[in-house]
Nanobody, 124 residues
Framework: QVQLVESGGGLVQAGGSLRLSCAASGGTFSVYTMGWFRQVPGKEREFVAVINWRGGTTYYADSVKGRFTISRDNAKNTVYLQMNSLKPEDTAVYCC?????????????????WGQGTQVTVSS
């Protein structure tokens, strides 16, 4: 069973930066597609970013493109989300997810494992 544990969330002022980490265990991390999603209470979970197993292919939601960067370190079984120029509308619980396929996907239903999430709050 794959376990995903996020860290790095917190409170930051608008314009600031945070780096989220997601540590994976219990599976073959190096062949999983990894993604980040976020959710605000009362709203559906939203795709943020995805990275393929080698790290050479990434996709981003339009709302974060140019501000967020997803990366991974397969030697450390960890995926990262660097978030710059944060806005109040980025406030959400951020979850990482793993997909048991080397094919990249952005749909929530296409991911097999999920972390518990880490809260990111951006003050104006």
């Amino acid at each position: 069973q794959v376990q995903l544990v996020e860290s790095g969330g917190g409170l930051v002022q608008a314009g600031g930066s945070l780096r989220l980490s997601c540590a994976a265990s219990g599976g073959t991390f190096s062949v999983y597609t990894m993604g980040w999603f976020r959710q605000v209470p009362g709203k559906e979970r939203e795709f943020v970013a995805v990275i393929n197993w080698r790290g050479g292919t990434t996709y981003y939601a339009d709302s974060v493109k140019g501000r967020f960067t997803i990366s991974r370190d397969n030697a450390k079984n960890t995926v990262y989300l660097q978030m710059n120029s944060l806005k109040p509308e980025d406030t959400a619980v951020y979850c990482c997810a793993a997909r048991r396929s080397i094919a990249v996907a952005t749909g929530e239903s296409e991911f097999n494992y999920w972390g518990q999430g880490t809260q990111v709050t951006v003050s104006s």
